[in-house]
């Protein structure tokens, strides 16, 4: 194609909606205000329940700083480009470990929102599909970030004012959750998934 070549709109969001990465653009105000379907496959959402929502609707609250930042970064204009990521929530209320590139979206020379491009983390395109995190309890997540500050069994009692056999059972639940067989393991195990 040569530079005087015009694909029409209509065709670029045909081959966008047939992509299995969730192509999305959003407004100054972090609203959502168009988003393929492949969220669908990915976090469980329609595009209708997405679009006119702030995006923190769907972020994981450990997650929300993160997203919070790049967005601001790229609606400021202090970055062209950002590659990052972050745990989305899905509508099943599992967290999603997603990769998102994304860029400001400008009109007429100033920035009027961001557009991305997003999928399921660690996984390429043709197979992505969505790969639920080992779901804790809030009580789980807590002693597993616990496990993350390295904190002893009786540490760990004492921060959740808990039996040491309590801290015990939390424990073991964690390891069985992440499929793993020692602290160490569940640590870094969490921390790949991004849990911690």
């Known amino acids: 194609m040569n530079n005087d070549t015009v694909v029409p709109i209509s065709d670029v969001l045909t081959l966008l909606e047939?992509?299995?990465?969730?192509?999305?653009?959003?407004?100054?105000?972090?609203?959502?205000?168009?988003?393929?379907?492949?969220?669908r496959d990915v976090l469980?959402?329609?595009?209708?329940?997405?679009?006119?929502?702030?995006v923190e609707d769907f972020v994981a609250p450990e997650s929300f700083a993160v997203v919070s930042r790049q967005l601001r970064r790229k609606l400021t204009g202090e970055a062209e480009l950002t590659i990052y990521e972050?745990?989305?929530?899905?509508?099943?209320?599992?967290?999603?470990?997603?990769?998102v590139t994304s860029m400001p979206l400008r009109q007429g020379g100033a920035i009027s929102g961001v557009?991305?491009?997003?999928?399921?983390?660690?996984?390429?395109?043709?197979?992505?599909?969505?790969?639920?995190?080992?779901?804790?309890t809030p009580r789980q997540h807590e002693v597993l970030q616990l496990l993350g500050e390295g904190l002893t069994t009786r540490a760990i009692a004492a921060?959740?004012?808990?039996?040491?056999?309590?801290a015990r059972n939390h424990i073991r639940?964690?390891?069985?959750?992440?499929?793993?067989?020692?602290?160490?393991?569940?640590?870094?195990?969490?921390?790949?998934?991004?849990?911690?």
């Open 18 to 39: 047939k992509l299995d990465v969730v192509v999305y653009t959003i407004d100054r105000e972090g609203r959502t205000t168009w988003i393929t379907g492949a969220i």
């Open 115 to 136: 557009i991305g491009v997003f999928h399921v983390a660690g996984r390429r395109s043709t197979s992505a599909r969505k790969e639920a995190l080992p779901s804790l």
């Open 86 to 99: 972050y745990l989305a929530r899905a509508k099943d209320g599992s967290r999603v470990p997603v990769q």
């Open 173 to 196: 639940a964690v390891l069985a959750a992440l499929d793993c067989h020692s602290r160490l393991e569940a640590v870094a195990a969490a921390r790949s998934l991004g849990l911690i």
């Open 44 to 54: 469980g959402y329609a595009p209708e329940e997405v679009v006119g929502r702030k």
């Open 159 to 166: 921060r959740l004012d808990v039996s040491l056999d309590t």
